[in-house]
């Protein structure tokens, strides 16, 4: 018995024994990862056919949002996904590439090697967590789909089609079919298709606003500084009033599209007054110490930027998103490209200009002079709005020429929101030298775009694409997204507008907003390094023979107030309005771009004072949205009513200011007398009206749009009809 006892211990504490080291050993064993990559986004250049059943993208390059915890992370493996997210191979998968923790929470980025082609089969991006002993590839948020719902955009397009057949007896859509391709033509008048078939001196490039008050007789086209006060002489001897538009868009049109262009005078518009003529040639040189470029008040902003990169000079991050804008024209409105760190506002770069006033004399205003002798005048001119006479030269700071990369990704909107582990929308985008998004808010999804200056050597054929898109009118004629457009503004609870806001952003993901050439072709692409003019700016689309009814909703908030702001536009997007309609916004999406705010001009609306704080970021949000034709007011207020019940509570609810050359359908102005009538600009515009009547004090410059902005005259009284 006793034997048997000592084995029974003998073998208790073996066990034991075995216990302790087997749980020792257990906890020495090498130990996978368990955290996986929070998101994951990758750039790519689109395949040689943009309607290819089965494209081969190129991929360029990957985003990877790192673990909350990478303790026990040493890398990240990154592998072709299948149709079921898992590696595309299994077990023999190719490594794509092996990206090290950083361990700082920043986002890693890695370029993948050129020509880097999509394997056939391949439907996601992957990303696992790894170290040493092994991999973790979960199935939630570590892989991105790289294809494209192919079948879904073809039954899309095809219920769009239907829907336009359907619905033909709907106000405006039959007429649709011709009015604005600019010919008076099918069962058009002046009354029903006036951007057609009506008599006007001047349009707007979206024709939107069409100047009717003055006859076409009186529009000038000036060559030279002689001729512009000769004409200047002319409207004094004749008691009549003048107004300039930059002419530089599509059949003369203006740049801007308010009542701003419009005068019942003499138009005189500056198309021809540029470097064409060879006493307005463009040179370099020095003023009041500041490397400049001398430039004439017509010339093209994108031509000027080439000219300048030729001789590796630059006008850095100024140039807008839209190529169209004469210099003294973007000027005029503080017109803006989007940077929420740089200077992006070209009035803020103006070192001088020469004015022909009122009085006809040519006169020379400057940072150096009047903008010590006369702070309040000098911050007048940099947002001149044409009321101060006519420009003819400015002098602009220039910088070396640079580079920009940019990269384009798709996102789900709770990135911006609920899931900004940045804060705030304005924290998120603050990285980029060049930074915006295009907002789907119907579909909950959004395009970020984001550029840094580099010095890597810009790609051959590198350019934007973002108002120029790849347009295949064999799928959906121009005539059926005109009509379409139109359906869905007759009847809003047709989902017309949803089903084109979903073409729009798929047709982004297909063919992206970039191109750059590979192999002698040109290839849309979400990554490219072009020189930054190039890069960040526009064409607007002009070889569909047609204009778009295009108008833009479009004000700038300042950053204390932009999450706030953004917010609620959500929820007005989603039905929260008193229409309670969900607002898709399909043309392009809701346009969210940024901009330096400066104490620089008293009236750029972006400006800094009354509520905007110098040195931070404002926030411009942008609603370009399609005008329909034909239909009653009560029908055209039902449509257009939730997008000015928008405008009005940024404006009196979150400080917002509104584009003076945008917010105008049919030459109405409320927007403006709104913010006049609060006083969103303080004792700013008083300051300003002041200055305007030293200058032009019997209002030769005066027009409607400057009553409706709260200007007055020493010796001017504005018409009863105005």
């Given at each position: 018995?006793?034997h048997?006892?000592?084995?029974?211990?003998?073998?208790?504490?073996?066990?034991?024994?075995?216990f302790?080291?087997?749980?020792?050993?257990?906890?020495?064993?090498?130990q996978?990862?368990?955290?996986?990559?929070?998101?994951?986004?990758?750039t790519?250049?689109?395949?040689?056919?943009?309607?290819?059943?089965?494209?081969?993208?190129?991929?360029?390059?990957?985003?990877?949002?790192?673990?909350?915890n990478?303790?026990?992370?040493?890398?990240?493996?990154?592998?072709?996904?299948?149709?079921?997210?898992?590696?595309l191979?299994?077990?023999?998968?190719?490594?794509?590439?092996?990206?090290?923790?950083?361990?700082?929470?920043?986002?890693?980025?890695?370029?993948?090697?050129?020509?880097?082609?999509?394997?056939?089969?391949?439907?996601?991006i992957?990303?696992?967590?790894?170290?040493?002993?092994?991999?973790?590839?979960?199935?939630?948020?570590?892989?991105e789909?790289?294809?494209?719902?192919?079948?879904?955009?073809?039954?899309?397009?095809?219920?769009?089609?239907g829907?336009?057949?359907?619905?033909?007896?709907?106000?405006?859509?039959?007429?649709?079919?011709?009015?604005?391709?600019?010919?008076?033509?099918?069962?058009?008048?002046?009354?029903?298709?006036?951007?057609?078939?009506?008599?006007?001196g001047?349009?707007?490039?979206?024709?939107?606003?069409?100047?009717?008050?003055?006859?076409?007789?009186?529009?000038?086209?000036?060559t030279?500084?002689?001729?512009?006060?000769?004409?200047?002489?002319?409207?004094?001897?004749?008691?009549?009033?003048?107004?300039?538009?930059?002419?530089?868009t599509?059949?003369?049109?203006?740049?801007?599209?308010?009542?701003?262009?419009?005068?019942?005078?003499?138009?005189?518009?500056?198309?021809?007054?540029?470097?064409?003529?060879?006493?307005?040639?463009?040179?370099?040189?020095?003023?009041?110490?500041?490397?400049?470029?001398?430039?004439?008040?017509?010339?093209?902003?994108?031509?000027?930027?080439?000219?300048?990169?030729?001789?590796?000079?630059?006008?850095?991050?100024?140039?807008?998103?839209?190529?169209?804008?004469?210099?003294?024209?973007?000027?005029?409105?503080?017109?803006?490209?989007?940077?929420?760190?740089?200077?992006?506002?070209?009035?803020?770069?103006?070192?001088?200009?020469?004015?022909?006033?009122?009085?006809?004399?040519?006169?020379?205003?400057?940072?150096?002079?009047?903008?010590?002798?006369?702070?309040?005048?000098?911050?007048?001119?940099?947002?001149?709005?044409?009321?101060?006479?006519?420009?003819?030269?400015?002098?602009?700071?220039?910088?070396?020429?640079?580079?920009?990369?940019?990269?384009?990704?798709?996102?789900?909107?709770?990135?911006?929101?609920?899931?900004?582990?940045?804060?705030?929308?304005?924290?998120?985008?603050?990285?980029?030298?060049?930074?915006?998004?295009?907002?789907?808010?119907?579909?909950?999804?959004?395009?970020?775009?984001?550029?840094?200056?580099?010095?890597?050597?810009?790609?051959?054929?590198?350019?934007?694409?973002?108002?120029?898109?790849?347009?295949?009118?064999?799928?959906?004629?121009?005539?059926?997204?005109?009509?379409?457009?139109?359906?869905?503004?007759?009847?809003?609870?047709i989902?017309?507008?949803q089903?084109?806001?979903?073409?729009?952003?798929?047709?982004?993901?297909?063919?992206?907003?970039?191109?750059?050439?590979?192999?002698?072709?040109?290839?849309?692409?979400?990554n490219?390094?072009?020189?930054?003019?190039?890069?960040?700016?526009?064409?607007?689309?002009d070889?569909?023979?047609?204009?778009?009814?295009?108008?833009?909703?479009?004000?700038?908030?300042?950053?204390?107030?932009?999450?706030?702001?953004?917010?609620?536009?959500?929820?007005?997007?989603?039905?929260?309005?008193?229409?309670?309609?969900?607002?898709?916004?399909?043309?392009?999406g809701?346009?969210?771009?940024?901009?330096?705010?400066?104490?620089?001009?008293?009236?750029?609306?972006?400006?800094?004072?009354?509520?905007?704080?110098?040195?931070?970021?404002?926030?411009?949000?942008?609603?370009?949205?399609?005008?329909?034709?034909?239909?009653?007011?009560?029908?055209?207020?039902?449509?257009?009513?939730?997008?000015?019940?928008?405008?009005?509570?940024?404006?009196?609810?979150?400080?917002?200011?509104?584009?003076?050359?945008?917010?105008?359908?049919s030459k109405?102005?409320?927007?403006?007398?709104?913010?006049?009538?609060?006083?969103a600009?303080?004792?700013?515009?008083?300051?300003?009206?002041a200055?305007?009547?030293?200058?032009?004090?019997?209002?030769?410059?005066?027009?409607?749009?400057?009553?409706?902005?709260?200007?007055?005259?020493?010796?001017?009284?504005?018409?009863?009809?105005?």
């Amino acid at each position: 018995m006793k034997h048997i006892k000592e084995i029974k211990i003998g073998i208790l504490l073996i066990t034991s024994l075995l216990f302790v080291s087997s749980s020792f050993a257990s906890a020495s064993l090498p130990q996978k990862p368990k955290g996986a990559a929070e998101k994951v986004r990758v750039t790519y250049t689109a395949g040689r056919n943009p309607k290819s059943i089965m494209p081969v993208r190129l991929l360029e390059g990957i985003e990877i949002w790192p673990a909350s915890n990478e303790s026990n992370i040493t890398h990240y493996n990154v592998y072709w996904g299948d149709v079921l997210n898992n590696k595309l191979g299994l077990l023999l998968a190719p490594r794509l590439a092996k990206i090290d923790a950083k361990k700082d929470g920043s986002v890693l980025e890695y370029e993948f090697p050129e020509n880097f082609k999509m394997e056939v089969g391949a439907f996601y991006i992957l990303v696992c967590s790894a170290n040493e002993y092994g991999e973790y590839c979960p199935k939630e948020n570590n892989f991105e789909k790289i294809t494209d719902p192919l079948l879904s955009i073809y039954n899309k397009l095809n219920h769009v089609k239907g829907l336009v057949g359907d619905n033909q007896h709907l106000p405006g859509v039959e007429l649709m079919a011709t009015c604005s391709d600019l010919i008076c033509n099918g069962n058009e008048t002046p009354e029903s298709c006036p951007s057609d078939c009506g008599e006007y001196g001047q349009a707007s490039f979206n024709f939107m606003v069409l100047c009717d008050e003055a006859s076409l007789q009186s529009v000038y086209h000036p060559t030279s500084v002689e001729e512009i006060q000769s004409i200047v002489k002319l409207a004094n001897k004749n008691g009549v009033r003048i107004k300039v538009s930059s002419g530089q868009t599509k059949n003369n049109t203006a740049g801007s599209a308010s009542g701003i262009i419009c005068t019942d005078g003499i138009t005189m518009i500056m198309d021809k007054f540029d470097h064409s003529q060879a006493e307005l040639d463009m040179k370099l040189e020095t003023f009041e110490g500041i490397q400049v470029v001398n430039v004439a008040s017509g010339t093209n902003l994108h031509e000027l930027g080439e000219w300048l990169f030729e001789r590796d000079k630059g006008l850095g991050y100024i140039h807008l998103g839209w190529r169209h804008a004469s210099v003294a024209g973007a000027i005029g409105t503080s017109a803006h490209g989007s940077s929420p760190k740089n200077r992006n506002i070209l009035s803020h770069s103006v070192v001088s200009m020469d004015i022909v006033g009122s009085d006809g004399q040519l006169r020379t205003y400057s940072r150096g002079t009047t903008g010590k002798t006369d702070p309040d005048l000098w911050k007048s001119v940099l947002t001149h709005m044409g009321y101060f006479g006519i420009i003819t030269r400015l002098r602009l700071e220039v910088q070396p020429a640079t580079n920009t990369h940019v990269k384009i990704t798709f996102h789900d909107e709770k990135e911006l929101f609920e899931e900004n582990r940045k804060g705030s929308v304005i924290a998120d985008i603050k990285e980029c030298d060049y930074g915006q998004y295009n907002w789907f808010p119907s579909l909950g999804q959004y395009l970020r775009t984001c550029g840094k200056t580099t010095t890597a050597k810009s790609e051959l054929g590198a350019n934007n694409r973002l108002i120029f898109p790849y347009v295949d009118t064999s799928s959906l004629s121009i005539e059926e997204t005109m009509q379409a457009f139109q359906v869905g503004s007759a009847d809003p609870s047709i989902d017309t507008h949803q089903s084109m806001a979903y073409l729009r952003r798929n047709g982004w993901h297909i063919t992206p907003p970039l191109i750059k050439t590979i192999a002698g072709e040109t290839r849309y692409t979400t990554n490219a390094i072009g020189p930054t003019h190039r890069i960040i700016s526009s064409k607007l689309i002009d070889n569909v023979g047609r204009e778009m009814r295009q108008m833009d909703w479009e004000v700038a908030v300042p950053e204390e107030n932009a999450q706030a702001a953004i917010e609620y536009i959500r929820d007005w997007a989603k039905g929260f309005n008193n229409a309670n309609r969900s607002m898709p916004v399909p043309l392009i999406g809701i346009f969210i771009r940024f901009s330096k705010i400066e104490d620089a001009s008293l009236m750029a609306y972006t400006g800094a004072g009354n509520g905007f704080t110098d040195g931070t970021t404002a926030m411009h949000i942008e609603l370009p949205i399609f005008v329909p034709i034909g239909l009653s007011d009560q029908e055209f207020n039902h449509y257009m009513g939730p997008y000015e019940e928008a405008m009005r509570m940024l404006i009196t609810k979150h400080g917002a200011r509104a584009h003076w050359g945008k917010n105008t359908h049919s030459k109405d102005s409320w927007v403006f007398e709104l913010q006049r009538d609060i006083g969103a600009y303080g004792d700013f515009l008083d300051r300003y009206s002041a200055k305007i009547g030293q200058v032009d004090p019997n209002g030769m410059f005066a027009n409607k749009f400057a009553k409706s902005i709260g200007i007055k005259y020493p010796n001017f009284i504005y018409p009863k009809d105005w």
